[in-house]
C-alpha cells in the first residue's frame, strides 16, 4: 500500500462546476499538507500549503484536512478552463510524499 | 518563480553513457531534492541536499549519485544510463520558512 493515495482520474467537469480532489494517506506521523498544479510539461505549482487540520481558502481554493481520517481535500470552486491541469497533494515531516496526480478538464 | 533553471531541458541519449543534469537556484535556498516523476509513481525523491557538500539518498537513489560544491549548484549524475531512467527529473529547493518546495521546470531525459 502506498503511503499517498490519489485518484488518478481524469476527472472532466464543466465551467463553473465546484471540483473536489482528494487523497488519504497512512501515515499518521505527517504534518504539512500542500497541493500542486502541475500543467502540462511544466514544474509542480504550489497553490495550498497547511499544516492543521481545518479548512484553508484562498480565493476559488479551499484545502481542507482531517487528520483523524487520514484525508485532505482540494475544493475548487467556479472552475475554469484556466484549472485544467493535474494536481497532486503532498505531505511530509521530512521526506515530502506525493500522490501520483488527479488530472482534471474544465470544459468551456 | 522560485528562481530555479534546470539544464539541459531535454536530453536522448543511450544506455551506458553518463549524464549529468544541472539545477541551479539564485536565492541562497540550504535544502535541493532531486525528484523523477513517472505516470502512476507521482513524484519520487532521489537524492537531497542540506548544505554544500552535505547530501543523502531518497527512495529511489539506486544508479544516481548527486554533488553540491556551491550553495547554488546541485548535479544529478547517472553513471551509466539505463533506460529505465527515462523519466522527468525535477529539481527543487526548500523554501526557508517552513517546509513547502519549489520546483524547476523539469528536464526530459530519454535512455534509448
Known amino acids: 500500500q502506498k503511503e499517498v493515495e490519489q485518484d488518478p482520474g481524469p476527472l472532466s467537469v464543466p465551467e463553473g462546476a465546484i471540483v473536489s480532489l482528494n487523497c488519504t494517506y497512512s501515515n499518521s506521523a505527517f504534518q504539512y499538507f500542500m497541493w500542486y498544479r502541475q500543467y502540462s510539461r511544466k514544474g509542480p505549482e504550489l497553490l495550498m500549503y497547511?499544516?492543521?487540520?481545518g479548512n484553508k481558502e484562498d480565493g476559488r481554493f479551499t484545502a481542507q484536512v482531517d487528520k483523524s481520517s487520514k484525508y485532505i481535500s482540494l475544493f475548487i470552486r467556479d472552475s475554469q478552463p484556466s484549472d485544467s491541469a493535474t494536481y497532486l497533494c503532498a505531505m511530509n515531516v521530512d521526506d515530502m510524499r506525493f500522490g501520483a496526480g488527479t488530472r482534471l478538464t474544465v470544459k468551456p | 518563480d522560485a528562481g530555479i533553471t534546470q539544464s539541459p531541458r531535454h536530453k536522448v541519449t543511450e544506455t551506458g553513457t553518463p549524464v549529468t543534469l544541472r539545477c541551479h537556484q539564485t536565492e541562497n535556498h540550504r535544502y535541493m531534492y532531486w525528484y523523477r516523476q513517472d505516470p502512476g509513481h507521482g513524484l519520487r525523491l532521489i537524492h537531497y541536499?542540506?548544505?554544500?557538500?552535505?547530501?543523502d539518498k531518497g527512495e529511489v537513489s539506486d544508479g544516481y549519485s548527486v554533488s553540491r560544491s556551491k550553495t547554488e549548484d546541485f548535479l544529478l549524475t547517472l553513471e551509466s544510463a539505463t533506460s529505465s531512467q527515462t523519466s522527468v527529473y525535477f529539481c527543487?529547493?526548500?523554501?526557508?520558512?517552513?517546509?513547502?518546495?519549489?520546483f524547476g521546470p523539469g528536464t526530459r531525459l530519454t535512455v534509448l
Open positions: 497547511t499544516y492543521s487540520s
Open positions: 527543487a529547493i526548500r523554501s526557508s520558512q517552513g517546509n513547502e518546495q519549489f
Open positions: 541536499s542540506y548544505g554544500v557538500k552535505d547530501t
